[in-house]
Structure formats: C-alpha cells, structure tokens
C-alpha cells in the first residue's frame, strides 16, 4: 500500500514570499490533517480535513496560511506572505475512517513532510 | 485541554540495555493515548497505542507501554535496545469528545543507542 506523498521534500524561500505544499493521502482516507512541526518541538495541528469540509482549522494562522482538499483527495497548504518564524517542517497525515461520535483510537498515517526555510 | 508531558528531553542506553521514555498525560475525557517514533528524514510512525482495552499494549519492534490512570502515566519501555532504536518518539494523547478526534503530541525524546 502506498504512503502518504508530499512534495517538494525541501524549500527554500525569502520572507514575503509565497509557498505551496502538496499532499496525497492514501487512496480511500477521508480524513487529512496538515501539522506544522518547529525544530525541538512536537507537531502541532494546523487544519484537519474530513473529505473536502473543514472540520478543525483553529490553529491555522489564516491571515497567511489558506489550505484546501479539492474533491476530497489531494491537498494544498499555501503561506502567504511567508514569516521567518514559518521555517519548520509542514506534515500531512491521513486516517482511513470519517471522525464521527464513538469513533476513537483511529491511527493517522505521516508522510516525510517539507522542510521549510524561510531566510 | 488535553495534554502530554515528556519528562525527558534526551535519553542515552547502551545497546542491550533497558529503554524507559516517560510520558505523563493530562485530559478531560477518557483518552486515547500513543506513541509515535520518527527517524531522521522520515514519516511519524506509530508505535502502540491504547484505547481503554488491555492496560499493558504491546507495540512494533518489541516496544510496549503500560497505561497507569492512577499515575496520569503512559511510559514506553523497551527490554533490549538496538541500535535501530536511536530516533525520536512522541507521546501523543487524543480526546475523542464530540467526536472529533484531535492529536496533541508532546514535545519529544531523543533516544540515543551507545555501542
């Protein structure tokens, strides 16, 4: 089975410049999660994604960041202007059922993220 | 709130030696609690994880983690470390209320192998 896909691996852009990540989560996932991983920190939850509705972007620092999930597949993560304080590795994950009441436990699948740095 | 304390930034064993990586949990509803391991320059991967079964769950690569709700405690353990064990592991706890399902991982331990 195939994992989750995200390009490019790496990039490298100056503040106040525009940027955008790819994900493919594994074929049949409806949910899709973006996390944003500082260096000596653990990842944090920027938007999650149940097919193509936003179920949680509390966390997403939307005057800059927009993400979506055309058709409930694939997913784009834009920064807009970029901020030194971006630099970090940006993680998408996916897990096989639709969050709903009772459903619990439910393991998410990584891919091996972007490293942003932004100069 | 939910969440997760790692109380050690960096451990160091030896091979063949016992692994202990602390983990101390904080949350409002009945928790599903995890751990993850992430090798340099590779995906998060999921070690175990525990969800109200057995208390004692056993994971990949000989890894299991005791679930101790008196103590708030989910430490991961290992009894023989190999060096393919050197990596970073989260502890990472998720509420289920309302059924939506949010992750909120610790801050992390290095696990260091010494020949």
């Known amino acids: 089975e195939a994992g989750v896909a995200q390009s490019p691996r790496y990039k490298i852009i100056e503040k106040r410049q525009s940027v955008a990540f790819w994900c493919n989560p594994i074929s049949g996932h409806a949910t899709l999660y973006w996390y944003q991983q500082i260096l000596g920190q653990g990842p944090k939850l920027l938007i999650q994604f149940q097919n193509n509705g936003v179920v949680d972007d509390s966390q997403l620092p939307k005057d800059r960041f927009s993400a979506e999930r055309l058709k409930g597949v694939d997913s784009t993560l834009k920064i807009q202007p970029a901020k030194l304080e971006d630099s970090a590795v940006y993680l998408c994950?996916?897990?096989?059922?639709?969050?709903?009441?009772?459903?619990?436990?439910?393991?998410?699948?990584f891919g091996p993220g972007t490293r942003l740095t932004v100069l | 709130a939910q969440s997760v304390t790692q109380l050690d930034s960096h451990v160091s064993v030896s091979e063949g030696t016992p692994v202990l990586l602390r983990c101390n949990y904080s949350s409002s509803y009945s928790p599903s609690l995890f751990w993850y391991v992430q090798h340099p320059n590779k995906g998060l991967q999921l070690l175990l994880k525990?969800?109200?079964?057995?208390?004692l769950v056993k994971g990949i690569n000989g890894f299991e983690a005791e679930f101790k709700k008196s103590e708030t405690s989910f430490h991961l353990t290992k009894p023989s470390a190999h060096m393919s064990d050197a990596a970073e592991y989260f502890c990472v706890v998720s509420d289920t209320n309302f059924g939506n399902e949010k992750l909120t991982f610790g801050t992390g331990t290095r696990l260091t192998i010494i020949p």
């Open positions: 994950a996916s897990s096989p059922l639709a969050t709903s009441g009772g459903v619990w436990g439910n393991e998410q699948f």
């Open positions: 525990y969800t109200s079964a057995a208390t």
